[in-house]
């Protein structure tokens, strides 16, 4: 593990907060070749009762990014059955070629895995270094941390927010925000059930409130109840063992006895969704820049699409590749995705409500759930594919998800996922045309940003950003678009570009 004495006084980033977003974002940045910090409160990574439910769109994206394994292409579509405002019935579905629909992994587990590849490839993690402050000017910003009784500073040219909801990062540099108020009030637990085989499972509703237990017969069991009639009348005042047991109880109309109670906190259905995902040279992931209520297990999966839409984007920056136009368009992008869960768990909010609304809503959703496509649709969002992949990669268009698809190219068959692997933080331009002539196009400034793969069995040419989405697909040829969207993309020059690759043609 990194300690102060090793660290430089500066940095290209340095990024606040190694939960699980942090160390992604880290882990892009670091695989780009970015000489990054991370700065992290806590001394250990500690097993939190949060996120343990990854959507098929976040494991379509840690594949293409090579921290999960690459799936067969040639495997079906995969489905999985998933709840909605805690009723069962959601079919959430991968896309054939895209591994499962939703894996089942504890958020400490993740950070645990991005630590160590961070670790590995020589990055320092300093822990127990509490950020205290951040200022910026034109030329960079600088990070004020406690460590071992100390305070220090580290300068960087860029700094990424990733300490979480109650982000230092943000309050410093003043990020404006949209916000709800809370009016509800959900309380969180560990504990060992006494009597495992008799409580109540999962998602359980009473003219009470709502518990929701994941019962693990051999230790400690994650409880959660949500209060559906009002906010919590101190947000702040620390959750007893006693106060949740006769929570529970209440809930659930009988007692449901558990001793060893840990890991207790309270949360709420505030929300807050920051304006804009940067602020001059300070940007924002994960729970830092939006925070809901945790329904349907979207929060962790918003910031793992943040850290990856942010990592090889800035990158570029960092490396002066691109201007930081490229950073805006990660925050319009981000923000949108946000909104989007911030909307869906207002909605699922309202179906939970106990009472006349809330059961007239429940009964719409038991007849929506029941039609096919709207179901898919609804897991479709939940699960972050509301933009289904086309399956004909020519077929798909700027602003959509590449489909894993067999790539037959000038030495063998691939894939698509393993090409985005094997490419690392750079583009892929898949030309089933001219690959020569666009070589050449992409020589004239694009080399370290885009790959250049012969792609025999297209009929057009595609080309992917390293998050898997199709900046532009069409046929290369004079007229086209391709040097607008591989400047607009990954910086450069269109007009340098086309002069210098006419000659080629
Ligand atoms: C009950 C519950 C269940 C959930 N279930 C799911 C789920 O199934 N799926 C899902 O996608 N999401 C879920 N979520 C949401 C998910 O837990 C969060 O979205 C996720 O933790 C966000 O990760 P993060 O890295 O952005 O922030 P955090 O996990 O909060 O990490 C922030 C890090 O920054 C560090 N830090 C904070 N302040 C400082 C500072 N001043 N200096 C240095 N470091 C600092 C912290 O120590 C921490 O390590 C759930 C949330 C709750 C409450």
Redesign the pocket.
């Given at each position: 593990m990194t300690a102060a004495g090793d660290l430089r006084s500066h940095y290209q980033v340095v990024v606040?907060?190694?939960?699980?977003?942090?160390s992604l974002t880290a882990l892009e940045l670091a695989r780009s070749g970015i000489d990054v910090l991370v700065?992290?409160?806590?001394p250990h990574t500690t097993d939190?009762?949060?996120?343990?439910?990854?959507?098929a769109r976040s494991i379509q994206l840690l594949t293409r990014r090579g921290h999960f394994a690459a799936p067969d292409v040639d495997a079906a579509a995969a489905s999985t059955t998933f709840h909605y405002a805690g009723v069962w019935g959601l079919e959430i579905t991968a896309p054939p070629g895209e591994g499962p629909a939703i894996a089942g992994i504890g958020?400490s587990d993740l950070?645990r895995l991005f630590t160590a590849k961070l670790i590995e490839l020589g990055t320092p993690v300093l822990k127990a270094?509490?950020?205290?402050g951040v200022d910026q000017d034109d030329a960079g910003a600088t990070v004020t941390?406690t460590h071992e009784g100390l305070t220090r500073t580290a300068t960087a040219d860029w700094v990424v927010g990733?300490?979480?909801?109650?982000?230092?990062v943000r309050r410093s540099v003043c990020f404006t925000a949209t916000e709800t108020v809370p009016t509800a009030a959900?309380l969180?637990g560990l504990a060992v059930l006494d009597d495992p085989a008799g409580a109540p499972r999962g998602w359980v509703r009473t003219d009470r409130g709502w518990t929701v237990l994941n019962v693990n017969p051999s230790g400690l069991s994650r409880i959660?109840t949500f209060d559906l009639g009002g906010p919590h009348e101190d947000h702040r005042r620390p959750l007893t063992a006693a106060e949740l047991q006769q929570t529970v109880d209440r809930f659930a109309g009988r007692p449901v006895p558990f001793r060893h109670a840990r890991s207790l906190?309270r949360?709420s259905d505030y929300s807050r969704l920051v304006d804009d995902y940067r602020l001059g040279r300070v940007l924002l992931?994960?729970?830092?820049a939006h925070?809901h209520f945790?329904l349907g297990?979207?929060?962790?999966?918003?910031?793992i699409g943040d850290a990856i839409g942010l990592g090889w984007r800035l990158a570029l920056v960092a490396r002066g590749q691109a201007g930081p136009s490229v950073l805006d368009a990660y925050s319009r992008e981000r923000h949108t995705c946000a909104a989007a869960v911030i909307a869906n768990v207002a909605d699922q909010r309202e179906r939970m409500r106990i009472g006349a609304d809330g059961d007239r809503l429940r009964h719409e959703l038991d007849v929506l759930l029941r039609d096919r496509d709207r179901n898919r649709a609804l897991g479709s969002a939940i699960s972050a594919q509301s933009r289904p992949a086309p399956r004909a990669l020519t077929h798909a268009g700027p602003g959509d998800f590449a489909a894993n698809t067999v790539i037959e190219t000038g030495t063998g068959v691939t894939d698509l996922i393993r090409l985005h692997a094997a490419a690392g933080n750079r583009g892929l331009l898949l030309c089933g045309n001219a690959p020569e002539s666009a070589r050449a196009l992409v020589d004239t400034g694009w080399r370290e940003r885009v790959a250049v793969v012969r792609a025999r069995n297209l009929e057009a040419d595609v080309l992917v950003r390293p998050d898997g989405v199709v900046a532009w697909s069409g046929v290369w040829g004079d007229g086209s678009e391709l040097p607008a969207r591989l400047a607009e993309t990954f910086g450069g020059s269109a007009a340098r570009a086309r002069l210098t690759s006419a000659g080629t043609r």
């Open positions: 606040v907060g190694g939960g699980p977003v942090g700065l992290e409160a806590e939190v009762p949060k996120a343990g439910t990854i959507h958020q950070e270094a509490v950020v205290t941390f990733a300490d979480g909801a109650r982000s230092i959900a969180l959660i906190s949360f992931v994960g729970d830092a925070v945790p297990g979207q929060g962790l999966n918003l910031g």
